[in-house]
């Protein structure tokens, strides 16, 4: 048997099939992931390259997110969403610097 999403599983929280502490009991059985898989976000730095930030759990090392761990970073991907954008989104702005500078003289 697969594993329910994250996604999946909230929704079943959110409509009162299962509880918090159904929801835990699964993700520590291995029933339901612990994290959610997002694309990955970019932000420009100072010299105009694309840079990810990057979270992890340093230590882990193969154990398991607490229910807390997987709240904290579910707050951070909203705060990097915030401030990022995905690939998606990089490639139509370098697409529309191309298209602004066709026909520009610089020196």
Known sequence: MGKLTVADANELLNKGVITQETLAKMQ???????????AERYMQSENGN????IFYFRGLNGGKYT???????AKLNE??????????EVDKEENNNRKNSKGKKTK
């Open 28 to 38: 520590q059985d291995g029933l339901v992931s612990t994290r959610t898989k997002r």
């Open 50 to 53: 694309w840079v990810t930030p």
């Open 67 to 73: 229910l807390k761990m997987t709240e904290l970073r």
């Open 79 to 88: 705060v990097i969403e915030k401030f990022t954008v995905t690939k998606h």
